[in-house]
């Protein structure tokens, strides 16, 4: 949900106009549109203007299923989340049963958790599913990005109160590309006081042109130090956090960058909390969030107070923050360098895939009736090669 690593390496060394953009990849919870089934991974073409089914629940459910036959794995219990370029143009998938005893018997003690992070090889040929890993320490997987230098999916976890597995892990958990081996780089810490890294979301690299190769931002829908205005009520929160780790993948930190809800901190007349009964917490927590490479511009979405742009200090602190979109009931949000437009799914008016330009002008919606959960750009089959060939560049020009 912001613009993944690979992208992330052309960073200034290609410029925009020189890379051609295929389109975009994007997961869809529930649909209305006749054309796309509910929970499936969809790719929009920006050329013809047309979607294409890359991946169906069954298919999603059938995979796990092999992948952890001991699992009891349904394709009732699918609900796909996040999408981001992996290795080799491969996509990274998050499936996220979002507390797994709400669609199967209580799993306690023991029993396993239903979450499984996938890849999905030539999306815009003949894609093929695979699971990586299955259930362990990945439960309700949200956000998912691709980490280079250790050939790790980064993966945000948030198993929700209800879920009390013996692995749980509501935090940070890596998946190796290769082997699946699955490592706690981080886990939210217990008991108060707040403001507390909780229940988070979704994550994007640290975009500065100094931050550290392991600098990722990360959303935090709880654990604000205000919720629903009554400070001792632990639900409302919507907080921006720096996840810093080491390469062999411990040592994870999580640094508070902003609390969205302490007026004092933002300086806006908004804490983002809101009594609304469509929102299962009754707050209006951030959910998305992207960057712009090579800049201190950082892109949230929030479920009811639409998408800011929050700008960081050299050194990486906040600095202000900015509305540029007043869209509500939003998940998933994306930056296209290829277009050098924001990419967002909303709910919002029967929901749908839409685009604006970072200064807020030029909302336009590409794709209708659909509710989004993950959303990244794809560049064209002749772009891999500059990007790759961009990442060599940058590395010399670092040498």
Same mark, same amino acid.
């Given at each position: 949900?912001?613009?993944?690593?690979?992208?992330?390496?052309?960073?200034?060394?290609?410029?925009?106009?020189?890379?051609?953009?295929?389109?975009?990849?994007?997961?869809?919870?529930?649909?209305?549109?006749?054309?796309?089934?509910?929970?499936?991974?969809?790719?929009?073409?920006?050329?013809?203007?047309?979607?294409?089914?890359?991946?169906?629940?069954?298919?999603?459910?059938? !995979?796990?299923?092999?992948?952890?036959?001991?699992?009891?794995?349904?394709? !009732?219990?699918?609900?796909?989340?996040?999408?981001?370029?992996?290795?080799?143009?491969?996509?990274?998938?998050?499936?996220?049963?979002?507390?797994?005893?709400?669609?199967?018997?209580?799993?306690?003690?023991?029993?396993?958790?239903?979450?499984?992070?996938?890849?999905?090889?030539?999306?815009?040929?003949?894609?093929?599913?695979?699971?990586?890993?299955?259930?362990?320490?990945?439960?309700?997987?949200?956000?998912?990005?691709?980490?280079?230098?250790?050939?790790?999916?980064?993966?945000?976890?948030?198993?929700?109160?209800?879920?009390?597995?013996?692995?749980?892990?509501?935090?940070?958990?890596?998946?190796?590309?290769?082997?699946?081996?699955?490592?706690?780089?981080?886990?939210?810490?217990?008991?108060?006081?707040?403001?507390?890294?909780?229940?988070?979301?979704?994550?994007?690299?640290?975009?500065?042109?100094?931050?550290?190769?392991?600098? /990722?931002?990360?959303?935090?829908?709880?654990?604000?130090?205000?919720?629903?205005?009554?400070?001792?009520?632990?639900?409302?929160?919507?907080?921006? /956090?720096?996840?810093?780790?080491?390469?062999?993948?411990?040592?994870?930190?999580?640094?508070? *960058?902003?609390?969205?809800?302490?007026?004092?901190?933002?300086?806006?007349?908004?804490?983002?909390?809101?009594?609304?009964?469509?929102?299962? @917490?009754?707050?209006?927590?951030?959910?998305?969030?992207?960057?712009?490479?090579?800049?201190?511009?950082?892109? *949230?979405?929030?479920?009811?107070?639409?998408?800011?742009?929050?700008?960081?200090?050299?050194?990486?602190?906040?600095?202000?923050?900015?509305?540029?979109?007043?869209?509500? @009931?939003?998940?998933?949000?994306?930056?296209?360098?290829?277009?050098?437009?924001?990419?967002?799914?909303?709910?919002?008016?029967?929901?749908?895939?839409?685009?604006?330009?970072?200064?807020?002008?030029?909302?336009?919606?590409?794709? !209708?009736?659909?509710?989004?959960?993950?959303?990244?750009?794809?560049?064209?089959?002749?772009?891999?090669?500059?990007?790759?060939?961009?990442?060599?560049?940058?590395?010399?020009?670092?040498?």
């Amino acid at each position: 949900m912001r613009l993944k690593m690979m992208i992330a390496l052309a960073g200034a060394s290609v410029g925009v106009a020189t890379l051609a953009q295929a389109g975009i990849v994007f997961t869809v919870e529930a649909s209305t549109n006749g054309n796309i089934p509910n929970q499936s991974v969809i790719y929009y073409n920006r050329t013809t203007a047309l979607t294409g089914v890359k991946a169906t629940a069954s298919q999603i459910a059938a !995979s796990i299923a092999a992948q952890n036959p001991g699992l009891g794995f349904q394709e !009732s219990y699918v609900r796909v989340a996040d999408v981001a370029v992996g290795p080799n143009g491969d996509f990274l998938l998050t499936q996220g049963t979002f507390n797994d005893n709400q669609y199967a018997p209580p799993r306690v003690g023991g029993q396993p958790a239903l979450g499984a992070v996938l890849r999905i090889q030539n999306i815009t040929t003949a894609p093929s599913l695979q699971t990586i890993t299955s259930s362990g320490f990945v439960s309700n997987a949200i956000g998912t990005i691709y980490h280079s230098p250790t050939n790790t999916a980064l993966n945000v976890m948030n198993p929700g109160g209800l879920m009390n597995p013996s692995m749980r892990t509501d935090g940070i958990v890596g998946v190796n590309y290769g082997t699946g081996a699955q490592t706690v780089m981080y886990n939210e810490p217990v008991p108060d006081p707040r403001p507390k890294y909780q229940a988070g979301a979704y994550i994007a690299k640290d975009p500065r042109g100094n931050a550290g190769a392991n600098d /990722y931002l990360v959303t935090s829908i709880q654990g604000g130090i205000n919720g629903n205005g009554d400070p001792n009520n632990n639900a409302g929160g919507a907080q921006l /956090y720096r996840f810093t780790f080491a390469n062999d993948l411990t040592g994870g930190t999580m640094t508070r *960058v902003v609390d969205f809800t302490n007026t004092a901190e933002t300086g806006q007349a908004t804490n983002f909390l809101i009594g609304n009964a469509d929102d299962f @917490f009754n707050n209006g927590g951030v959910r998305g969030v992207t960057s712009v490479p090579g800049t201190n511009e950082v892109y *949230v979405a929030f479920r009811f107070f639409g998408i800011w742009k929050v700008l960081l200090n050299a050194d990486g602190t906040y600095n202000s923050m900015s509305q540029i979109d007043t869209t509500p @009931f939003l998940d998933a949000i994306a930056y296209d360098p290829f277009q050098d437009k924001i990419v967002f799914g909303t709910q919002n008016a029967g929901g749908g895939l839409w685009e604006i330009n970072r200064d807020g002008t030029g909302l336009t919606q590409l794709v !209708s009736g659909v509710f989004i959960r993950g959303i990244d750009v794809i560049p064209a089959p002749g772009a891999m090669a500059l990007l790759g060939l961009a990442g060599l560049v940058a590395g010399r020009r670092r040498r």
